[in-house]
């Protein structure tokens, strides 16, 4: 069983549409993560929710809105898509809010914009 | 930012042993030096991790200087998929994100 599932795993869209990413962890873990890896391969955290509750925002546009039903999944749901979207992004699950504990990342979605 | 500096890139053989460096001379007491990992096309693996003293798992060794400015994970084996991106990263006590460098491309080569 994948402890961390993201769908879909490749994302083509056009400029100035909606779409969302979802984000599943069958670990039960308290915390998730939404992480962003540019085109120079710099990953940084863009989320975090503990317990369906917004913890980090790392100042990401109001176009990017997370959502969490419930501790298992963290969905990413992102408004008027520009170019600049694109990456690949990762979502990623630790045991509890103190990063010292191993966080499990999903295998990606590479989100193209055109 | 991130506050750890790592060689760009490094090859090694395979079945030899890979040392990868991490200089971290910012480091304070309460700090962790963690590793992780991240295959083409894959998402970041956890590795180790450790505060002062050295530290061995399944995957790998962490060897931790004395004065904790530094640190190199021990890869005791190296196959070729240990080809990865390798990440060393300080994480404060009680900190809630993982704040990613550059890290280091490890080749291995047949």
């Known amino acids: 069983d994948t402890a961390v599932s993201q769908t879909p795993k490749y994302l083509v869209t056009q400029m100035g549409n909606d779409k969302s990413i979802k984000c599943e962890q069958n670990?039960?873990?308290?915390?998730m993560y939404w992480y962003k890896q540019d085109s120079k391969k710099f990953l940084k955290i863009m989320f975090s929710?503990?317990?369906?509750?917004?913890?980090i925002n790392e100042t990401v546009p109001n176009r990017f809105s997370p959502k969490s039903p419930d501790k298992a999944h963290l969905n990413l749901h992102i408004n008027s898509l520009e170019l600049g979207d694109s990456a690949v992004y990762f979502c990623?699950?630790?045991?509890?809010?103190?990063?010292?504990?191993?966080?499990?990342f999903g295998q990606g979605t590479r989100l193209t914009v055109v | 930012d991130a506050k750890t500096t790592q060689p760009t890139s490094m090859d090694c053989a395979e079945g030899r042993a890979a040392n990868l460096p991490c200089n971290h001379s910012?480091?304070?007491?309460?700090?962790?030096v963690y590793w992780y990992r991240q295959i083409h096309s894959q998402g970041p693996q956890y590795i180790i991790h450790g505060l002062k003293n050295n530290e061995t798992n399944e995957m790998a060794s962490l060897i931790i200087t004395e004065d904790r400015k530094s640190s190199t994970l021990i890869l005791p084996h190296a196959t070729l998929r240990d080809t990865a991106v390798y990440y060393c990263?300080?994480?404060?006590?009680?900190?809630?994100?993982?704040?990613f460098g550059q890290g280091t491309r490890l080749t291995i080569n047949p």
């Open positions: 990623a699950s630790s045991q509890s809010l103190v990063v010292g504990t191993e966080a499990f």
């Open positions: 910012t480091i304070s007491g309460n700090e962790y």
């Open positions: 670990l039960g873990h308290d915390t």
């Open positions: 990263i300080e994480i404060i006590q009680g900190a809630q994100k993982l704040v």
């Open positions: 929710y503990n317990n369906k509750e917004l913890i």
